[in-house]
């Protein structure tokens, strides 16, 4: 089974601010998407930037076949959340932006205002594969590419651009900290006995503070000698696939023509030992690859070719 994450890149329908100019563009931004799921035929997709139910209810019309799909309830600002697609059914299990107890909100901005919880909900589910019960959560963390007052995209000042750039690391801190009280209700305990996976956009690399927050007890990465050795972190433990990915694939985005990988997949004990490949685009080998266009700033500049600007993120598992 192919296991996923994929941030579509504000999938709307034609017609508002944010989606497509016109319904040409919007016919070419679904076969994009289109091809590319059916290329890669997962079993289960998490989504990020799901506009409007309505447009992805379009895709999946667009790929053909029977879906299950659940989105969160729980939009940010313009309208985007995160969701599942699944061949299998699927079972909601959470559906949160709560901060968890202790983490008090974060400033947001210079007026002092505070954000008391994830920017957009995250969604766990539960379905049940030919291996047993799968749990997955979604997450879509705050963004690295920083907006200012009066919706610009570029600061006044250095001190603006330091400030601002502040207030996104310390909430999605805080988001990766909720993440990971979520993933804590999914491993139930042990994950050693239990198929989890933490998919999303985490808006930042490997190493970055803000996506080990979710991993949980440190040691036994990938590709170390520790890796095949058992320890009691296992039972909290996530794993970041990232090491399995090729390294001439190892990025999700590319910001200001620099591959960065800041779409990922963390998985629990008993799952990151059956996974047999891991991969980005819509495939292995050379026609996998996506063309990904080069973003700044701006993201409101981008007219994508591929129909996102990031690439997918997938695991096979055995």
Same mark, same amino acid.
Not at 107 to 122: E, I, K, L, P, T
Not at 201 to 212: I, K
């Given at each position: 089974m192919l296991l996923g994450t994929w941030n579509l890149e504000n999938l709307y329908r034609p017609g508002g601010p944010f989606g497509p100019k016109d319904k040409a563009a919007y016919e070419a931004k679904l076969a994009a998407l289109a091809t590319v799921v059916t290329a890669l035929d997962p079993g289960v997709l998490g989504v990020q930037e799901v506009g409007e139910p309505e447009a992805l209810a379009d895709l999946l019309e667009t790929v053909g076949g029977t879906w299950h799909v659940a989105l969160?309830?729980? $939009?940010?600002?313009?309208?985007? #959340?995160?969701?599942?697609?699944?061949?299998?059914?699927? *079972? %909601?299990?959470?559906?949160?932006?709560?901060? $968890?107890?202790? %983490?008090? $909100?974060?400033?947001?901005?210079?007026?002092?205002? %505070?954000?008391?919880?994830?920017? #957009?909900?995250?969604?766990?589910? *539960?379905?049940?594969? *030919?291996?047993?019960?799968? #749990?997955?959560?979604?997450?879509? +963390?705050?963004?690295?590419? +920083?907006?200012y007052p009066g919706d610009r995209f570029f600061p006044r000042d250095e001190g603006e651009r330091a400030r601002y750039g502040a207030y996104a690391l310390h909430r999605r801190a805080a988001e990766a900290t909720a993440l990971r009280a979520l993933a804590d209700v999914l491993l139930a305990g042990d994950g050693r006995a239990r198929d989890v996976a933490v998919?999303?956009?985490?808006?930042? *690399?490997?190493?970055?503070?803000?996506?080990?927050?979710?991993?949980? $007890?440190?040691?036994?990465?990938?590709?170390t000698p520790g890796f095949e050795t058992p320890d009691k972190g296992d039972a909290a433990r996530l794993w970041d696939v990232a090491p399995l990915i090729p390294a001439d694939r190892r990025h999700s985005r590319i910001n200001a023509g620099r591959r960065e990988l800041i779409d990922h997949i963390l998985t629990s004990h008993r799952l990151v030992h059956r996974l047999t490949e891991a991969g980005t685009g819509s495939g292995p080998g050379p026609e996998g690859a996506l063309r990904l266009p080069s973003v700044g700033a701006d993201p409101a500049a981008h007219h994508s070719e591929s129909g996102s600007d990031h690439a997918p993120v997938w695991v096979r598992i055995d």
């Open positions: 969160s309830a729980l $939009p940010d600002g313009r309208g985007i #959340r995160v969701g599942v697609i699944s061949r299998t059914p699927l *079972e %909601v299990l959470a559906d949160t932006r709560a901060f $968890p107890p202790k %983490v008090r $909100p974060v400033q947001s901005d210079d007026s002092g205002a %505070v954000s008391d919880g994830a920017g #957009r909900g995250f969604l766990a589910v *539960e379905t049940v594969t *030919e291996a047993g019960p799968l #749990r997955v959560a979604v997450a879509h +963390l705050k963004s690295k590419l +920083l907006s998919v999303g956009d985490l808006n930042d *690399e490997v190493q970055a503070a803000t996506t080990q927050i979710p991993l949980g $007890p440190p040691g036994s990465e990938i590709g």
